[in-house]
């Protein structure tokens, strides 16, 4: 009886999960292998030898802040679209999508920073291996602001309405910005752990 | 609504409109408007029975072009002495001809070919055309779902195939040739442009053509992965599925956790090629001139590859496995033996296939210590494979079989796959693999193993489900005699070859004049090289029925023309959008009714009988 239930509420949709967002949540699965390979291919490679040893750039730990509060405050956008809150929804999202972009010129920055200290692309696989990780990392990050940028345009283009399409799509932006941080704080704890 | 207009009028129609669930699909038309002309119907199309012949198709044109290649360095190991200057006209100036007017060719042509033969044979005929054929195809129509759970996702899975395989093609006429370094792509060869003449810019084609390749196996793969878990019938429960669902489900798996792995991989060769970077390059010294390069570790490389690269074979064997376990029940007219342990081996291969990648480098330098842990493991994949052949051995044992072509390469798969998985066992031990690596030995294990068995595996699928991609039968004479000209002439060609590589003739090697030791080999390698062309014969025999019987063959009347019990045989014969005209079919019990209280089978949909027993599914 309840599943009949269940399947009026939900329409065509029997399932407990939407299929597109358990299609996120494989492919977050299939993206942290990634991370995951190149991480253990650090762990390889350092074990070899010939081991350039150097702090990391106190900027990437001041972007690993901004890119978990950028995750508190999409957060918080979140949950001020489902409660209806129009001006809190359109303004912690802006927030959240100018700290990802301060997230990318920070990085940027990083990199910088690591040259100027003495450690420049091609000196040392140790000091290559950051700036891999960085880059490939900031690729799947740029993904994450271009679901915000559109975000955010249907934000401020349409006028507000809580409908089960826009609240699906916002989990989907939300969780995969979520992922790209969380990768980011695990890269950054890896990467001062293994020196 | 529409579903009131849909006048059921055989007991499976009555069945599915009684019992049936109604998700009102016909009611709105969201997917029609990307059915609606040519275009988007044959071309960009989202509908997966259009997109799986896409890749079936793509495939068999990339298997013609990679079986050709094969025959061209046969012929110039088969037949050193004899002239190539005939292949001139299509090779140009890969034929090198001397003085005498006797052409051979080219020694760099012939890595290339190596190369290339390996690279489109494992990753766009026997994963793309297998996997993503039969994945595409059945999941939907196997599990009740109107389509993918995206159908968006799945037509670029397509595209970024044929995107990848377009670059693999252009890369064939570049004018310092393909990438030629081995299908494995180790560095240095893959790293250093001078190398090797293909490795400047046919192996920065080769690059870009595998990212693009792995992207289409992410997207197909996200998509099958969800459509199994999420979009299955009512009364469709995991014990439930059909074997060939919970081959491509764990090989979709396995390709989500592997292949971007092989993307980090080459991640890393793409900074070393174009930045400079050492990830895996150390010290080099080309022309007396040291490289900048240093510290890096080309071993490195070696694990990253294979930690792709072993899961990879499985992603290939195990549809063919699904397949094979499907073709071969419905024909013997008995349930599969060991449904369970069939699922449970599935699983347990997939869990091992990434734990054994170092036996590919037991001659890599890599301590011996740790050879140990791998090779133990290795050996325990022998355990569930093992329990697959018993039960396809005791599914045939006392049935009634049906000897038809799908069947015949059914039964030649375990044949193959037996001979094949004894080598392996070999192989397997690091001991013996000092002898053996990097010999005919192994060319031999895993061409039989996972090359001829796969194909084995998709010829099956091909002929068994071709009604109900076409609404036609291929010719079942052409079809039996393609399995046996096939199946005697792969063992031609590779049986010899353990011979030969017991003896230690090397691998990938141009030519062996200079080695007395293997000159009395000659007349076995004319022997390889005259089967290799008979099979390939054979193989056009394929394609020749293939086509003709998808607008000549003889007509399908019955929407279930073997007596199968599984969904796709509910759907009617011309398959449109949606699969189902009316309500999706409801699962009453499991796939494999087959003999069963006197009955011949009983379908999927078939409600349980009072007092009827389903036996634990």
Redesign the interface.
Known sequence: MTDSIMAEQTGSNRNKIHPKKFALWVACASMSMLFAALTSAYMVRQAAGNWLEFPLPNIFFVNTLVILISSVTLHGSYLAFKRERENLYKGLLLISLLLGLAFVVLQYQGWEALAAMGIPLKLNPSGDFVYALSWIHLAHVLGGITALVIALIIAFSRKFKVTPARKLRFELTLTYWHFVGGVWLYLVVFMALQR | MATAVIQPNTVEEKLIDELGYD???HEHHDGDKYQSNFITTYVFSQDHKIIAKQFLITGMFWAVIGGLMSLVFRLQLGFPEESLAWLQPVLGKWIEINGEGMGSLSQEFYYALVTMHGTILVFFVLTAGLSGTFSNLLIPLMVGARDM??PL?NMMSYWFFLLAGLVMFFSLFLSTGPFSGGWTAYPPLSILPEASAGSGAGMTMWTLSLVLFVVSV?LG???Y???V???RT?GMTMWRMPLPIWAFFITAIIG??????L???F??VM?DRE?????YLSEIFIGGQAL?H????PV?YQ??FW?LGHPEVYIIILPAMGIVSEVLSVNARKPIFGYKAMVYSILAIAFLSFIVWAHHMFMSGVNPFISNFFVIFTLIIAVPSAVKVFNWIATLYGGNIRFNPAMLFAIGFVSMFISGGLTGIFLGNSAIDIQMHDTYFVVAHFHIVMGVAAFFGMFAGVYHWFPKMYGRFMNDTLGKIHFWGTMVGAYAIFWPMHYIGMAGVPRRYYSFDIFQTFSHFAEMNKFITVAAILVFAFQVLFIINFFYSIWRGKKMTTQNPYGATTLEWTTPIKTGHGNWPGKIPAVQRWPYDYGKDGQDFIPQIMPLKEGEHDGGH
């Open positions: 998700d009102h699909f759970a995206s996702l992410l793969g996200i998509n992965i969800t459509t878990l999420n979009l009512k989500l956790l592997s292949f971007p792995v993307a980090s991989a991640f890393l900074c930045l400079g970077t050492s990830f900048d240093v510290g890096g570790s490195l694990h990253l930690f």
